[in-house]
């Protein structure tokens, strides 16, 4: 702990905040030092890390997040929730990958990791693009699996919020979500729905599917869910109750649940279109 202790005082903290978006100053020196950034939660922590080219673990505390080139440095004795993963740390292209963004409900906070509110990103995607996320975090987006994975090691309340393109709202939360990592495919698992105003449970039909993509398909179904039902990856256990990554219509479709690919749900009194939809995890 003294030897700990010791190392905070080492680097000293930086005085400019860095934006959300922005890289990660390098470390300058060796490992078992921790580059100390102010930061207002663990998830912008995590977004850091995964911003930096170099960081390989990072640890949040009261307001400091500190990053660390080595995997046993942690700014903290503490073990970190999220341990960086090398898939993120050198991004193809730094301008894809969009971390999602943090949203209070009811004085919890929420990471937003899908969102759809405009159709300005098309979601017909390859599987290498759903792990490594694309979009713009101001309208549509994915924030990839390898982050979704990262915040989902660990049981997680998830909650979903609707639109309808005729401008009702539904939302419902469940516990117990997690994504596992690239070996598992990132296998969903969720409980069934503990709060919500849907009429049925959209997503715990599809607890314990890997992802599909329109050039992976690892559902249940004969066909392929995600190239059938409008090119959305998805972790599609069969093909309906909701379609959250499919094509996007603001106005009503006239048969989505013969012609299911539009961003469209069940849950919500039959098949409804949705103009909106927002997927997160509690932090
Ligand atoms: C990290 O990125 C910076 C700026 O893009 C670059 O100068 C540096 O060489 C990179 N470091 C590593 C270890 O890739
Ligand atoms: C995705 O959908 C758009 C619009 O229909 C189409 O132009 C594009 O070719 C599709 N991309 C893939 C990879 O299927
Ligand atoms: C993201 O969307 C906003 C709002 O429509 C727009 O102003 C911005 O240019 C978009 N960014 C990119 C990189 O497309
Ligand atoms: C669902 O609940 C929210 C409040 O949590 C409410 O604003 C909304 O109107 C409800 N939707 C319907 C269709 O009743
Ligand atoms: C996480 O959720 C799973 C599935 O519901 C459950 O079996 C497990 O006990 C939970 N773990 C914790 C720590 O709550
Ligand atoms: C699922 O989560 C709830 C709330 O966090 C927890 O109380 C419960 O033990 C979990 N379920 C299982 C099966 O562990
Ligand atoms: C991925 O998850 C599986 C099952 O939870 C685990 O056995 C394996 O060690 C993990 N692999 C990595 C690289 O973390
Ligand atoms: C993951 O998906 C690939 C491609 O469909 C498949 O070959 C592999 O067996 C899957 N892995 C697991 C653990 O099921």
């Known amino acids: 702990m003294l030897r700990l202790v010791l190392l905070l005082n080492l680097c000293p903290l930086l005085l400019a905040t860095p934006e959300y978006f922005d890289s990660v100053p390098a470390l300058t020196c060796c490992c078992n030092q921790i580059l100390k950034v102010p930061a207002q939660s663990e998830s912008k922590c995590a977004v850091l890390s995964s911003r930096s080219n170099w960081s390989r673990s990072f640890g949040f505390s009261n307001g400091v997040c500190g990053l660390s080139a080595s995997d046993k440095c942690a700014v903290n004795n503490e073990p970190t929730i999220f341990k960086k993963q090398t898939e993120i740390q050198t991004p193809a292209d730094p301008s894809k990958p969009v971390p999602g963004y943090e949203l209070q409900v009811d004085n919890r906070l929420f990471w937003v990791f899908q969102q759809r509110l405009t159709g300005d990103v098309?979601?017909?995607?390859?599987?290498?693009?759903?792990?490594?996320?694309?979009?713009?975090?101001?309208?549509?987006?994915?924030?990839?699996?390898?982050?979704?994975?990262?915040?989902?090691?660990?049981?997680?309340?998830i909650r979903i919020e609707m639109t309808t393109v005729d401008n009702e709202f539904y939302w419902q939360e469940s516990a117990n979500?997690?994504?596992?990592?690239?070996?598992?495919?990132?296998?969903?698992?969720?409980?069934?729905?503990?709060?919500?105003?849907?009429?049925?449970?959209?997503?715990?039909?599809?607890?314990?599917?890997?992802?599909?993509?329109?050039?992976?398909?690892?559902?249940?179904?004969?066909?392929?869910?995600?190239?059938?039902?409008?090119?959305?990856?998805?972790?599609?256990?069969n093909c309906q109750m909701i379609n959250p990554n499919g094509f996007y219509s603001s106005t009503v479709v006239s048969d989505p649940s013969s012609n299911?690919?539009?961003?469209?749900?069940?849950?919500?009194?039959?098949?409804?279109?949705?103009?909106?939809?927002?997927?997160?995890?509690?932090?």
């Open 122 to 157: 098309l979601f017909n995607r390859t599987w290498d693009e759903y792990v490594l996320g694309f979009g713009n975090v101001s309208t549509d987006f994915w924030a990839g699996l390898t982050l979704i994975n990262e915040f989902g090691k660990t049981n997680r309340t």
């Open 177 to 237: 979500f997690t994504v596992g990592n690239a070996s598992t495919n990132y296998t969903m698992h969720v409980d069934q729905y503990n709060a919500y105003n849907t009429s049925s449970d959209v997503l715990y039909f599809h607890s314990g599917s890997q992802f599909s993509t329109i050039d992976i398909d690892n559902d249940l179904y004969g066909g392929h869910c995600a190239s059938e039902r409008g090119g959305g990856g998805f972790w599609w256990a």
């Open 260 to 283: 299911f690919k539009y961003v469209a749900a069940s849950g919500v009194q039959s098949y409804k279109t949705l103009q909106a939809i927002k997927m997160m995890l509690q932090l």
